[in-house]
């Protein structure tokens, strides 16, 4: 069993930052991939950014340059940070956890994002 709890979410103006953050625990190790993805109303989910076990990130075009995700394997927790935020940012934020020991991807409840004008 893997839990994900992600906090950090809010209203904040554009051009404004916020951090979100994501604690794992369970069956985990520090090889599994960890990232976030995120779906505004109407929308697909989507990729924003992922950090491997061998510490490769990557990161959707759109936030390129903006976001930047880091993870600190003694917390097993990861965090993405949110800098320069325009209002196509808004959308509910899911952590999410690749277990190859479960062959299964584990999600977060989600926290919600708005960015205002």
């Given amino acids: 069993q893997v839990q994900l709890v992600e906090s950090g979410g809010g209203l904040v103006q554009a051009g404004g930052s916020l951090r979100l953050s994501c604690a794992a625990s369970g069956r ?8 976030w993805y995120r779906q505004a109303p109407g929308k697909q989910r989507d990729l924003v950014a992922t950090f491997t076990g061998d510490g490769t990130t990557t990161y ?4 390129k340059g903006r976001f930047t995700i880091s993870r600190d ?15 196509e940012d808004t959308a509910v934020y899911y952590c999410h956890l690749f277990s190859d ?17």
């Fill in 73 to 87: 394997n003694v917390k097993n927790t990861i965090y993405l940070e949110m800098n320069s935020l325009k209002p």
């Fill in 28 to 35: 985990i190790f520090s090889s599994n991939a960890m990232g």
């Fill in 101 to 117: 020991y479960y062959s299964r991807d584990f999600w977060g409840q989600g926290t919600q994002v708005t960015v205002s004008s």
């Fill in 60 to 63: 959707a075009d759109s936030v």
